[in-house]
């Protein structure tokens, strides 16, 4: 009973982890878009996005990850 409880407690933590990556990669797509919207074509905009993307690949890699291992469909 007690290893079945923490089993569920697990992967409980593993889906909040999993709602918290999506969260993050959503509000990073909002703020490239945002960045995309309010300033021109510059340098320095160029180079913000460039890390959010980054950021967001990274994030995409745990999700899948994640997505395996708790054999999400």
Do not use: C, G, P
Not at 28 to 35: A, D, G, T
């Amino acid at each position: 009973m007690m290893t079945e409880i923490n089993s569920l407690i697990s992967e409980n933590k593993k889906l909040r982890e999993y709602v918290s990556l999506l969260d993050a990669e959503l509000e990073l797509l909002q703020r490239v878009f945002e960045i995309q919207q309010n300033f021109e074509n510059s340098y320095q905009s160029r180079r913000i996005i460039e890390a959010i993307f980054d950021r967001i690949s990274k994030i995409r890699i745990q999700k899948l990850s994640m997505h395996h291992e708790l054999n999400l469909n």
